[in-house]
């Protein structure tokens, strides 16, 4: 009897650990994926503002102290809303898109976005961009991992979360409407605590999810999964480094 329950011990601490392992390996795909976006992103940006897509992409609109003032050309204005149709198509194609299909639809939005924020790299200098994106990813991968060790349950949060969400869309386009720099403010700091939340709060829910589910997945529904926790990622660290910008970007004084 006691040989019996010695093995059914190690037979449940070896299952144990071979979850854990699965756990780990699943974050660790995530993440990978969510550093590949950033990745091609970057690269992206950088490839539309120092090559000859700059172009393209921007055009002068005057001049200012001196200086040529760039802003978007009507396909670099299309470029800004473009990611937003490449997360519809992931939002609404999650039970009809395979893993592969994902997969493409998440690569390509990784660099339309990059587009998209280049006028960042126009609109601030080259080193407080590199500074804002260390501190940023400094910030984010400390929540992330509090998220991750934490035995609090932060599911009570989200829609806590989602309402202040819904606050900042509006108070951003009251800005864009009526500017000021108080509300400008305003809505950076509370960005970096809104989105400093909800890394912590979707790092645990992928976990909580693993370990509820993941069993009853396939190989390539698991795969599939991983790209959509990988740009609910990527989305909260794209919006928390747009938001610390706003505090520690130098705006450059070369606009052209």
């Known amino acids: 009897m006691a040989f019996n329950s010695d093995f059914r011990s190690a037979e449940s601490q070896q299952g144990q650990v071979a979850f854990d392992a699965g756990l780990r390996a699943y974050m660790l795909r995530v993440f990978n994926w969510m550093a590949f976006a950033l990745v091609l992103t970057a690269v992206s940006a950088y490839a539309v503002v120092h090559t000859s897509l700059r172009g393209i ?3 002068a609109h005057g001049l200012a102290n001196g200086q040529i003032v760039m802003g978007p050309s009507i ?7 473009l990611p937003l149709v490449f ?12 893993r592969s299909a994902a997969q493409g639809i998440f690569i390509l939005y990784s660099v339309a976005m990059g587009i998209s924020l280049s006028s960042i790299l ?14 940023a990813a400094s910030l ?5 991992l509090w998220g ?6 932060l599911s009570g949060f989200g829609m806590f979360l ?6 900042l869309m509006i108070a951003g386009l009251v800005n864009m409407f009526i500017p000021t720099s108080f509300m400008t403010t305003a809505i950076s700091f509370v960005g970096v605590l809104l989105f400093s939340g909800y890394t912590a709060y979707d790092t645990q829910r992928i976990k909580m999810s693993y370990l509820q589910y993941m069993g009853a997945y396939s190989a ?12 609910s990622m990527y989305l909260n660290f794209v919006n928390l480094f747009q938001s610390l910008l706003q505090f520690v970007g130098v705006r450059s004084d070369d606009r052209g």
């Open 162 to 167: 989602f309402m202040g969400l819904v606050g």
């Open 140 to 144: 984010y991968s400390a929540v992330a």
């Open 220 to 231: 390539d529904d698991i795969g599939k999964l991983s790209i959509y926790d990988a740009l």
């Open 57 to 59: 992409f921007f055009r």
């Open 148 to 153: 991750y060790v934490t035995n609090r349950s």
């Open 122 to 135: 126009l609109a601030y200098t080259g080193a407080s961009v590199v500074r804002t994106f260390l501190i």
């Open 75 to 81: 396909i670099g204005m299309v470029a800004i809303f």
């Open 87 to 98: 997360v519809m198509v992931l939002s609404f194609g999650v039970n009809r898109l395979s």
